[in-house]
């Protein structure tokens, strides 16, 4: 089933004085469910941006964006709101738990915004989703007490906790070393597995996206295809110019 279609899209804001910048154009992309899309490309290529529009955290300024089959633009805001919060998880790589809040106050918090039954069970819904990224027995610690590991973990389920069929990573394990890096994309695959949700994952590490059976390079606000290879040495290059 089809999730997320783009067709023709671009991105244009308007800069302080005036002037426009165009960050992505003629982006063509379609994400189904179980698909496994890694994103790289340099710093300020446009990933992010292209994460927020898949994610509908913004519209495109150009071309058709249809989020299950809703075309994008012409959707009210608490409707998109609404699909975004029942249908899309983000993962960041700075974790953005609330401070002070417990493990358990935090997965529950998207709960909040959720109906009926789920609401209700809340508190049964985000102790089982903890107790599946092993930290059943972490659930009354607070982010600042955890590792950068296990915070990622409490952040996989928050994102996770209400099923979405749309899981948006952005730098997922940035903030990682490299074993727990692989052990956090792990379980983000299982969980997505489970649920046949898609994953879409944007990563300066050619590891991580070696991981993916979809590969696209942003390169000056444009996507494009690559495979395996082509993504990883994009990434490589990358790395050579920033340390040069
Ligand atoms: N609202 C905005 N107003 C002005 N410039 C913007 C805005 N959003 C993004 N940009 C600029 O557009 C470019 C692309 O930004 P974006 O964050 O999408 O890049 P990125 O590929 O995710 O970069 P990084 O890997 O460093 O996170 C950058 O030059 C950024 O400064």
Redesign the pocket.
């Known amino acids: 089933m089809t999730l997320v279609e783009a067709r023709g899209v671009g991105r244009t804001?308007e800069?302080p004085d005036g002037r426009p910048?165009t960050?992505l154009s003629g982006v063509d992309l379609t994400v189904s469910e179980g698909d496994r899309v890694s994103i790289v490309?340099?710093?300020?290529?446009?990933?992010?941006?292209?994460l927020n529009l898949l994610g509908l955290l913004d519209a495109p300024t150009e071309g058709e964006l249809a989020f299950l089959g809703h075309d994008v633009r012409r959707i009210r805001s608490g409707a998109r709101d609404r699909l975004r919060g029942s249908e899309v998880g983000f993962v960041f790589q700075q974790f953005n738990l609330l401070p002070g809040r417990t493990a358990l106050e935090n997965v529950q918090t998207p709960l909040l915004y959720s109906g009926g039954r789920e609401f209700w069970r809340r508190e049964r819904i985000a102790r089982d989703m903890l107790e599946r990224v092993g930290l059943g027995e972490r659930l009354t610690t607070k982010p600042e007490r955890l590792s950068g590991g296990e915070q990622q973990r409490v952040a996989i389920a928050r994102a996770l906790v209400r099923k979405p069929r749309l899981i948006l990573a952005d730098e997922p394990t940035g903030a990682l070393d490299l074993e727990t890096g692989a052990e956090v994309m792990s379980l983000i695959e299982a969980v997505a597995a489970e649920t046949g949700a898609a994953l879409v994952t944007?990563t300066?590490d050619a590891t991580i996206a070696a991981r993916s059976n979809r590969h696209f390079l942003?390169r000056g606000g444009r996507l494009e295809t690559a495979d395996a290879a082509g993504a990883s040495s994009a990434v490589e290059a990358d790395v050579a110019e920033a340390a040069a």
């Open positions: 804001v800069l910048l960050i490309g340099r710093s300020g290529s446009g990933k992010s941006t292209l944007i300066h942003l």
